[in-house]
């Protein structure tokens, strides 16, 4: 993992809008020092395989960009025990054989990890779950999400999210939250008539999107890859990355004239 890069306000040629960072937040959901999307295609079959009986965690939440995020703030006993109990289902028994460490030292160390990875993941109050990747209704609200981006339809897009939607942009140390000031910074990336394609794809157990600039030669350039957070019908988070990912998606860093 690379350090946290220092503070800078992104620039129009980032693709990222004028949206001050005054406005942006700093807190527990930025100090994650890197964090990079990982393609679906990669994670087939993973949920094929079974876990244990002291499992807390369904597989696709365990893959999420939330979840990974908070991860990372772990050290590396409390994130080893968090995964083989909470995520793989072991036993505290069969946890302290393989670290060779004894369950007392299992149990504290997975109290830890809880304890911190609660403060850490964002708060889910009020949000209904996800619904069902793939499902009719997780297509319906990824369909509307794509028409209003690419139309710059902002009464449109701001009605798909919810009142503390957050933005993040890692690894950039902040991020923006409530639908008024991501509506700002949508406003921002829309203004002097940029429009944008988006080319749809997964990362994460999540939908997700290459974003692509028009441009009067034709040519679309890629300037970002967004990936959303559901929650019911609405989106409660954006998680934006620099175009350098879109590779790892099978996706071009252009795309041909119409």
């Not at 028994?93 to 609660?118: F, G, H, I, P, Y």
């Not at 994460?204 to 692509?212: E, L, V």
Request: aromatic content about 8%; hydrophobic content about 45%.
């Amino acid at each position: 993992m690379r350090q946290r890069a220092p503070r800078s306000e992104p620039t129009p040629g980032q693709g990222v809008g004028h949206v001050s960072v005054r406005t942006a937040r700093a807190g527990p959901r930025d100090e994650a020092v890197w964090l990079q999307p990982f393609p679906d295609a990669l994670l087939e079959g993973a949920g094929d395989v079974p876990l244990g009986p002291e499992a807390r965690y369904e597989q696709t939440e365990a893959i999420s960009l939330a979840f990974v995020t908070a991860l990372q703030v772990l050290p590396p006993r409390q994130l080893a025990v968090l995964i083989l109990r909470d995520v793989l289902g072991f036993h505290a028994s069969e946890v302290a054989d393989m670290l060779e460490v004894t369950v007392e030292s299992v149990n504290s160390a997975l109290k830890r990890a809880r304890a911190s990875l609660q403060c850490r993941q964002p708060p889910a109050a009020g949000h209904q779950p996800p619904p069902a990747a793939g499902s009719p209704a997780e297509d319906a609200i990824v369909a509307k999400f794509a028409r209003a981006w690419e139309s710059a339809d902002l009464d449109a897009l701001v009605a798909l999210l919810t009142e503390d939607v957050f933005i993040a942009m890692p690894p950039m140390p902040f991020g923006y939250e409530g639908r008024d000031v991501v509506a700002r910074f949508c406003a921002s990336l829309f203004g002097a008539g940029r429009r944008f394609d988006l080319v749809p794809t997964r990362a994460n157990g999540q939908p997700a999107f290459g974003a692509y600039l028009r441009a009067p030669a034709g040519i679309r350039h890629a300037t970002a890859f967004y990936v959303l957070t559901l929650a019911g019908d609405r989106i409660c988070a954006m998680t934006r990355f620099d175009n350098s990912v879109l590779p790892w998606f099978g996706l071009p860093r252009s795309l041909p004239s119409r």
